[in-house]
């Protein structure tokens, strides 16, 4: 499955670079901060757009990002859509959460870092401002090990050996699947962005950044057993632009 979905988005990428109407293709190199409540990220990324019609104010490509995050103390629930809204894909986007199958696993620090491969989508409102979306779709992450605290007050959930500790790494690999089914962790954008001059602009936005831990230990949920949990943060960001 994971495999299919790599081999649909590259081919996406693809068909947009080979598709007769795009036009005048730039690029982009960028540094971006990002910042809220249980960290920061500061964010490279290379963008490639090909504009789109006539005009080509709209525009479409893909981003290759790399993605720090330095948290402090963090509650991350749980994560898999099976668990939180007993079901998957689309419809996990619009599905109440089942509120007795989430736990917190709560870890006082951690660090990941994250390179991925994303969509970008943006629209040029004059020569000098921009807006647009990019979204994460897939790649993989490192980090450090951390160790946890299980917190089930609704519950009463323990680990699988009776428990309420347990060390924790981040997930693998990313794959951006629609909501609570997405894993790993991922980065999304809304910005906009004014170019002081030909070269150099500034970007400003929200990020909107996933991030998964996998336990060592496991706890058992209505038979079932999981071991996967997630952080979501809204953050403001910052970021200079070089177009080239």
């Known amino acids: 499955m994971k495999k299919a979905i ?13 598709a007769q109407g795009l036009d005048k293709t730039y690029k ?14 500061p964010v490279i990324s290379f963008t490639q757009l090909w504009g789109l019609g006539n005009s080509n104010r709209f525009k479409i490509g893909y981003v290759a990002r790399i993605t720090p995050y330095f948290g402090g103390e963090t509650n991350f629930r749980t994560a898999p859509a099976r668990f939180t809204s007993g079901t998957s894909s689309f419809s996990a986007l619009f599905a109440d959460d089942i509120v ?30 921009e807006v647009g979306f990019n979204i994460d779709a897939t790649g993989k992450t490192w980090g450090t090990t951390v160790s946890g605290d299980l917190i089930s007050t609704r519950n009463k959930r323990k680990f699988q050996d009776g428990s309420k500790t347990s060390d924790a790494n981040p997930e693998t690999w990313n794959f951006l ?16 962005r004014y170019w002081i001059t030909n070269k150099i602009g500034i970007r400003a936005g929200t990020s909107f950044q996933f991030v998964e831990l996998t336990t060592e230990k496991k706890v058992e949920i209505n038979g079932r057993l999981n071991d996967t949990w997630r952080s979501k943060s809204l953050m403001p960001i910052v970021a200079v632009s070089y177009k080239f």
Do not use: H, M, P, W
């Open 6 to 18: 790599l081999y649909l988005f590259l081919s996406f990428i693809t068909f947009n670079i080979s």
């Open 28 to 41: 982009t190199f960028d540094l971006a901060i990002g910042a809220g409540k249980t960290g920061f990220s």
């Open 100 to 129: 007795a199958n989430i736990d917190t696993f709560r870890v006082k620090s951690f660090q990941t870092f994250a390179v991925n491969i994303g969509v970008v989508i943006q629209y040029a409102i004059s020569n000098k401002l």
């Open 177 to 192: 699947l629609v909501s609570d089914s997405d894993i790993g962790s991922l980065n999304s954008e809304i910005y906009a």
